[in-house]
């Protein structure tokens, strides 16, 4: 059974960091390209990062590149989201996600976490 589990978020001031987990099972974790998606509230879902099977090759959403990073330990089967310089804009529910191949178009993502909360706020 494919999980996907999301953890690290919560409630951070302007200019704060936060580093979001998500922990697979249930599928080759290596052979999959993970990706993180938000959803503000009342929007649609937004692309925001994803990584290579490898971790060798990343690319960000333009409203996050500079800010954040997305990293991968394929030996804990795991990505990662370093959020820098966080802005009240980042609010949002944060999905990680899994595809076969590198896309922007989170549509097309094949197996999704359930989110986890990030709000900026002072």
């Known amino acids: 059974q494919v999980q996907l589990v999301e953890s690290g978020g919560g409630l951070v001031q302007p200019g704060g960091s936060l580093r979001l987990s998500c922990a697979a099972s249930?599928?080759?974790?290596?052979?999959?390209?993970m990706s993180w998606v938000r959803q503000a509230p009342g929007k649609e879902r937004e692309f925001v990062a994803f990584?290579?099977?490898?971790?060798?090759?990343?690319h960000y959403g333009d409203s996050v590149k500079g800010r954040f990073t997305i990293s991968r330990d394929n030996g804990k089967n795991t990505v990662y989201l370093q959020m820098n310089s966080l802005k009240p804009e980042d609010t949002a529910v944060y999905y990680c996600?899994?595809?076969?191949?590198?896309?922007?178009?989170?549509?097309?993502?094949?197996?999704w976490g359930q989110g986890t909360q990030v709000t900026v706020s002072s």
């Open positions: 249930g599928f080759t974790f290596s052979s999959y390209y």
């Open positions: 990584t290579s099977w490898s971790g060798g090759n990343t």
């Open positions: 996600a899994a595809s076969r191949y590198g896309d922007v178009v989170w549509r097309r993502y094949d197996y």
